[in-house]
């Protein structure tokens, strides 16, 4: 049934080409904007074809089903409810399996500093007696491995958790999803940096045994936490919740003071110094409440809106909701670093961790405008972080209502990712991020920038065009 | 022999302007081959057959624009390479559109639309390949689109054409140059009055001729929606047409419609003219030889002038003279004209004229060639002797150099070379005026026309289409080649007519019915 054309009474001109013909209409007095047009999909024409598809005939179902996701991504209010051994919560976590950082791999191809952190853990869990022997139970497979996203977990930088590793466990009750993160193990010598020492490893039965206990009484007392609604006053006070959590981390020590306050000798003093110095606390709480909203938004199907972003340090990948379909390639270098001193290019591992999540949410590189820290570290001024911003706002397809950025007018952070506008583009997200040691297991050497490869993006595109 | 690529990162610049770029290189001497390009897989392609070698390129992308040289010594392309960047980069008046906002312009049509969410028209004229994704996203944004791009493929075209027409929304194109939509000229595209006759139009110049008869002739137009050459063929089926003929027959304005083509597909014809629903429509099917099956109301016509007659006729109006005063002057032209000069040529920058002018001609003078020839042998190149008449407005002419309607030099050129052939009679030109033609086109056509008419040289006759309000004004523009001796016609039809009449030596001719 054909539509009716009404013909317009005025026009209103968008010229998508020849200035001549914009120059033309303004010389008349009608409103025209001139589109300063680039190539598309770097003039790939198979590329071209599957934006035209998903722009065009399948515009409609694919905007339709992204509504929806970005809904969930906007309005969902993920609660901390509590805090357990990730084998009392965590789904599928069997007795000698580790879950770690980023898409699927084997003990082959995993990277120097997961190695580390991986046999630190295995340690930490009473399986080994000391790193090497962890190491032989990993490559013979004894201990197995999971991707933590397939356990709706998710982990930062160089993690991997046993059983015995304390989780918070968050709560997403609008969509009924449940996701999960370990607690944030601090600076200096800890495994997430790819550390394998005795102290790292002391770190992880410190969580264990002294942090996770204490948490969970802190958390079962003060009740559940709208970790978002606290992360919104942090992006507020110039959190990106990624880079720099320390205004939310404080926020959230004062909400429980009273509490922390109630806890026993000597675990109360043990735990007050532990999160006095460190100032990434909240992180691992602002990626589980993202992935319980990944979680609710990635069962729709038909999006075009990315749900997991994630790496293990050799791989990166991605996943579009409505499907467990992973789409790889090798995972980035971190460029634009800084390096501590001694250390250099030559020393840095590629990208790893689960913390991308963030960037999904219209947290850390979208709310990098609103951040003084983020903005001095990309280049020194408040506009670098505009221009990190500015670059999600290129690539996503709305706006949350949630974050929002002083220095930018209050605007919204930029939200959910969108394949097409990434392939289209050709700009991919940018993840902030620290740099470990590739080799010596000495932790991290510094912090860039790491620009996600567009391949797995690509081919994202050109599996959701087919199945339209 | 030495070679040269320079990279301009993250430069776009359309492919006019690149070819301007090109254009400057290749007149430096010495330059053997240079290219001024986007870093297209296509176009890396080129370079490599070229012999450049593709470290020379890496890490270029599509929004890379290079300068590739190939010359005689370094100096040669350095030369080259100046003034590819002046021809390319130096400021231009006037380019800036809008007022003057000092705001970065939008990268993409999102963009756009969150600055100027009323937006309701795209107009696009990117490269082929892309067109269609960017007519897309403006359909799937509630936009309606002309399309001006030329090269997109016919399944592309259906696909956009069908959607469209489920949507209530035109896409006019590709390759349709002229709109007016809301008393807006889009496009290369005449002014004109308001009035009760809109135009439906296959093709850019078919259009801009009838709008600027209705206007000059006292009737004004309601709309001017444009088609696309393919719109009525069988494969596409005229799905732009039912939409427009339908919604101009519930438009108030319009009291009846002009729809201008080639001989369209005669089922396809059909369905489209019911789209009318008694609104009555004049159908100017140029070159058609005998009637089509079509419904009441419908009036027929073969060329593009009586098309416009018969709706003045249809609107109880009185069509002027086309042919006064024509025969009289044809015949000054025939007397001081050397015997041997028998040839025509038609060196047209409007593809539809072009067309029209082929009919015309070959009834009056036999097989005239042509690179868009209407029947199969009169293709080029033509034999000895043989007339001609050319649209310059195609790709073999536009390679490497602006459209004809934009910059006579091509054209020039050719008017030249026909002016110092012994044997022709007339050279016919086209002159368009309006919107996005040349601002001034007769200060650089018409000395030419004086000079190669002088000493018995051919006579230059003159069709100049446009309006009094168009940017160049439509009576200086005439005067100017009237003063330069050429013999300037009222219609474009009548510019073939008194060609052909001063090749016969037949003055009579040029007053012939149509």
């Known amino acids: 049934m054909p539509g009716q054309l009404a013909l317009p009474e005025r026009v209103d001109v968008i010229n998508i080409g020849l200035p001549m013909f914009a120059d033309a209409v303004a010389a008349q007095g009608s409103p025209v904007q001139q589109v300063d047009w680039r190539i598309p999909a770097g003039g790939d024409t198979s590329l071209v074809a599957a934006l035209a598809r998903l722009y065009g005939t399948a515009a409609d179902e694919v905007d339709a089903a992204n509504a929806e996701v970005l809904r969930r991504l906007d309005q969902g209010v993920p609660w901390l409810v509590g805090v357990a051994r990730a084998d009392e919560v965590v789904p599928g976590m069997d007795g000698n399996t580790l879950l770690h950082c980023g898409p699927a791999i084997e003990w082959p191809q995993v990277c120097d500093p997961l190695r580390r952190s991986m046999g630190a853990a295995v340690v930490a869990e009473g399986w080994a007696a000391d790193t090497a022997q962890a190491h032989r139970l990993l490559e013979s497979g004894t201990v197995g491995l999971a991707p933590a996203n397939h356990h709706d977990t998710v982990v930062p930088m160089a993690s991997a958790i046993g059983p015995s590793a304390p989780v918070w466990v968050v709560d997403c009750p609008d969509g009924g999803t449940r996701a999960f993160a370990p607690i944030s193990q601090g600076p200096g010598e800890v495994p997430w940096f790819g550390r394998d020492t005795d102290a790292a490893i002391e770190r992880l039965r410190f969580l264990r045994d002294v942090a996770g206990p204490a948490l969970r009484q802190v958390v079962d007392q003060a009740g559940s936490l709208d970790i978002l609604g606290l992360a919104a006053q942090g992006v507020a006070m110039g959190d990106d919740l990624h880079m720099r959590t320390q205004a939310t981390t404080n926020l959230l020590i004062r909400n429980w003071l009273p509490h922390l306050a109630e806890l026993p000798a000597p675990s109360r003093t043990e735990l007050a110094r532990f999160l006095s110095g460190n100032h990434l606390f909240f992180l691992t709480l602002a990626m589980g409440a993202a992935r319980s909203l990944t979680a609710w938004a990635g069962q729709v199907p038909g999006s075009s809106i990315v749900t997991t972003m994630s790496r293990n340090g050799t791989t990166f990948g991605i996943r579009l909701p409505g499907s467990d379909a992973w789409y790889v390639t090798d995972a980035p270098p971190v460029a634009d670093a800084l390096y501590y001193s001694g250390y250099g290019p030559d020393d840095a591992a590629p990208d790893i961790g689960d913390s991308a999540v963030l960037e999904l949410v219209g947290l850390g590189g979208p709310a990098a405008g609103g951040s003084p820290a983020v903005a001095a570290f990309l280049g020194g001024t408040m506009a670098d972080g505009a221009a990190a911003t500015e670059g999600f706002r290129q690539i996503c397809a709305s706006r949350s209502s949630r974050f929002t950025l002083p220095p930018l007018g209050f605007s919204g952070t930029p939200l959910g990712v969108d394949v097409r506008q990434v392939v289209e583009l050709g700009v991919t997200p940018t993840v902030n991020t620290g740099i470990l040691h590739a080799r010596s297991g000495a932790g991290q050497v510094g912090a860039g920038v790491a620009t996600a490869p567009l391949a797995c993006f690509v081919d994202a595109l050109l599996e959701l065009a087919r199945a339209r | ?514």
């Not at chain 2, 001017?224 to 027959?249: C, K, N, Q, Y």
């Not at chain 2, 007339?387 to 073999?396: A, I, T």
Request: hydrophobic residues 45%.
């Open chain 2, 1 to 514: 022999m030495t070679t040269s690529l320079r990279l301009h990162t993250d430069t776009y610049l359309d492919s006019v302007v690149q070819l301007s770029g090109t254009r400057a290189m290749r007149e430096v001497d010495g330059v053997q081959w240079a290219a001024a390009a986007m870093a297209t897989p296509a176009n890396l392609e080129t370079l490599a057959g070229e012999g450049f070698g593709s470290e020379q390129w890496q890490g270029a992308g599509a929004n890379d624009l290079f300068i590739a040289i190939r010359g005689d010594s370094e100096d040669v392309i350095e030369q080259a390479v100046t003034a590819a960047e002046r021809a390319m980069f130096a400021p231009r008046g006037g380019d800036e559109p809008g007022q003057g906002s000092t705001e970065q312009p939008a990268r993409t049509l999102r963009d756009a639309l969150q600055r100027a969410p009323d937006s309701n028209v795209a107009v696009i004229s990117v490269p082929g390949d892309y067109a269609a994704l960017e007519a897309h996203k403006a359909l799937t944004a509630g936009l309606d689109v002309l399309l001006f791009s030329d090269n997109v493929p016919r399944s592309a075209e259906v696909e956009l054409k069908q959607r469209a027409e489920r949507l209530g929304r035109l896409v006019m194109g590709p390759g349709a140059g002229t709109a007016m939509l809301g008393g807006t000229c889009l496009g290369f595209a005449n002014v004109t009055s308001p009035g009760p006759v809109a135009v439906v139009a296959a093709a850019g110049t078919g259009a801009q001729e009838a709008m600027s008869l209705l206007d000059r002739w006292g009737v004004g137009v309601s709309h001017v929606i444009g088609l696309g050459g393919r719109d009525l063929s069988r494969e596409v089926g005229g799905p732009m047409a039912r939409t427009a003929l339908a919604a101009l027959a519930a438009d108030e304005r319009t009291e009846l419609i002009l729809l201008v083509s080639k001989p369209p597909d005669p089922d396809v014809a059909r369905a489209v003219l019911s789209a009318a629903a008694g609104t009555p429509v004049v159908a100017s099917l140029i070159g058609l030889d005998s009637g089509l099956d079509v419904p009441a109301g419908v009036t027929q016509a073969a060329t593009l002038e009586t098309g416009v007659v018969e709706a003045l006729t249809a609107m109880g109006r009185a069509a002027p003279d086309t042919a006064a005063g024509l025969a009289d002057r044809v015949r000054e032209v025939c007397e001081e004209l050397p015997g041997r000069r028998t040839l025509v040529r038609g060196l047209y920058s409007g593809g539809t004229l072009c067309y029209e002018s082929l009919v015309i001609l070959s009834r009056m003078l036999g097989s005239v060639y042509s690179n868009t020839p209407i029947e199969a042998g009169t293709g080029l190149p033509a034999p000895d002797g043989s007339h001609l008449c050319l649209d310059l407005g195609e790709e073999e002419y536009t390679q490497g150099r602006p459209h004809p309607m934009i910059d006579p030099e091509a054209r020039i050129e050719l008017l030249r070379q026909q002016g110092d052939d012994p044997d022709v009679a007339a050279i016919i030109l086209d002159v368009v005026l309006g919107y996005g033609a040349h601002p001034d086109p007769a200060a650089e056509l018409a000395p030419v026309c004086a000079q190669i008419s002088a000493d018995g040289g051919p006579r230059v006759v003159t069709y100049v289409l446009g309006t009094e309000q168009d940017p160049q004004g439509f009576a200086a523009q005439r005067k100017a080649f009237s003063d330069a001796g050429c013999v300037v016609t009222e219609t474009a039809a009548r510019a073939s007519l008194a060609a052909a009449a001063i090749a016969l030596r037949d003055p009579e001719l040029a007053g012939t019915a149509l």
